[in-house]
């Protein structure tokens, strides 16, 4: 038997891998059918395709009975704990931190400008070469809520700050104190969103998470808000966010939704007030270079036998 490790990434492409393990590529193929490239009983560690369906992240998992380590490229795990029982003991699972941060709080900051400042409306009347002024809300003295303050949330709040925003309030699973303030827990919510004019979603899909922004969850928003979610879309409950809009009492920009992809005629692409983009919080000319970097710091680790980074879950272990 050999170490292998399975990349996503040709491995000539990536500067600093150490020596020792068998570096083969793997990332699915075009149509997820891409025959491995290997025996997966040799894998010991198994980065996890990027940006391919769930069932090709998991198909070689049950296959994989030395294996180590799973590190994904995303920074939810969400499509991969579904399959732990696959994992023997002892697995180590993986995230993405440090990796996404950079591209998704520019997303996140870039729907919130574009939805305030009427960008849609810009864009369609152009097409129609069609001049007109109009008086559009600024970021600027707004209160806005971040839900989910892990890294990403962070990186969000990073980047407000220029913009003159009047209060930034953040909100965790559990509450504790930053440098810049205050994370309050999401038991507080009720209190916090009828005082926010954007509420920003950066949460992991968790049992917690799931259908979080609810009926009576946008109920609370107060009129005129801005809903932007750049977590999950699962964290929304569609049809409730649906409802909201067709009133016109609150507006929404869109990086994830569910289901997803959004299929053609779902009453949300026409919905008033909402601008969707497809799941591109991540996938920007800022993803490889901190892909590879992660993948070189977490190889070298682990051929020293050295603390791994971003370890989420060991199966086997309590709590798995």
Partial sequence: MTADVWLPIPPDEIAGLPEGPVYRFWDGGEDGDQEYPGDPADCVLYVVPYMKRQSVKVRPLAQMPNLRVVQTLTAGVDDVLPRLSDLPPGVKLCNARGVHEASTAELALTLTLASLRGVPGFVRAQQQEHWQGDFHPALADKNVLVIGYGAIGAAIEDRLVPFEVARVARVARSARTTERGPVHPLTELPALLPEADVVILSTPLNDTTRGLVDAEFLARMKDGALLVNVARG????????????????????????????????????????????????????AFLPRAKRLLTDQLNRFVNHEPLRNVILTTGTAGE
């Fill in 234 to 285: 699962p964290v929304v409950d569609t049809k409730a966010l649906l409802a909201e809009l067709e009133t016109g009492r609150i507006t929404a920009a869109l990086d994830v939704v569910d289901p997803e992809p959004l299929p053609p005629g779902h009453p949300l692409w026409q919905a008033p007030g909402v601008l969707i983009s497809p799941h591109v919080g991540g996938p920007s000319s």
